[in-house]
Each structure stands twice: as C-alpha cells, then as structure tokens.
C-alpha cells in the first residue's frame, strides 16, 4: 500500500525559512519523479516542485529562486527546502509522484501545514 508521510511544517515569520520532509512506502520510489504540492484554503491542490530519479528539477514560478527540492533514493525520501517565506505560501504541504509529465498516485498522505505571519 502506498504510504506518504509529510513532516517539518509549522508557523514561520515572513522571511523564515522550513525543511519539509516526506518519507514513502509501498512504491519503487527510485524510478518516479517526486513533487511537492500544496493546498491553501479554498484554493486548488498545485504542484510547486519536482525532481526526477536522476535529480533534474523544476518549480513553480511562485517559488523559483526560494525553495529546493531534493531526494535521497536509497532512504525513500524527499525534501523541500522553503526560503524566504510569504504570506501567500501559507498551505498544507503534501508530497507525491508528480512532474515530468507524471500524475500522482491518487493516495495522499496527511500533509504539513506551513503558516507563514507574523
């Protein structure tokens, strides 16, 4: 069964800076490109970061230049490294197959919240 657990959210100040971490089971997590996604209130789920098997990467232009992703297959897990935080990034995080042309699994995990105010 697939398993996504997100983790490393919380409430920032405008200008903080969050490692969200998302570990995963049940799938050949080595052979998928991996993205983060996020859900704000009201708002539709968007992908903001991929990263193929082999490390190319790509963003969202809203988080381009501020956050990074990254993935360590042998522990199953990827990484977002959020920077230079706005208001406007405020939303569950929640990660999943996704980018480079592929969809998600259908199975989402819990999430992480990310609140940023001050």
């Known amino acids: 069964q697939v398993q996504f657990v997100e983790s490393g959210g919380g409430l920032v100040q405008p200008g903080g800076s969050l490692r969200l971490s998302c570990t995963t089971s049940?799938?050949?997590?080595?052979?998928?490109?991996m993205g983060w996604y996020r859900q704000a209130p009201g708002k539709e789920r968007e992908l903001v970061a991929a990263i193929t098997s082999r490390h190319n990467t790509n963003y969202a232009n809203s988080v381009k230049g501020r956050f990074t992703i990254s993935r360590d297959n042998a522990k199953n897990t990827v990484w977002l490294q959020a920077n230079s935080l706005k208001p406007e990034d405020t939303a569950v995080y929640y990660c999943?197959?996704?980018?480079?042309?592929?969809?998600?699994?259908?199975?989402w995990g819990q999430g992480t919240q990310v609140t940023v105010s001050s």
């Open positions: 049940g799938v050949i997590f080595s052979i998928f490109p």
């Open positions: 999943n197959r996704g980018g480079f042309g592929s969809t998600d699994l259908g199975h």
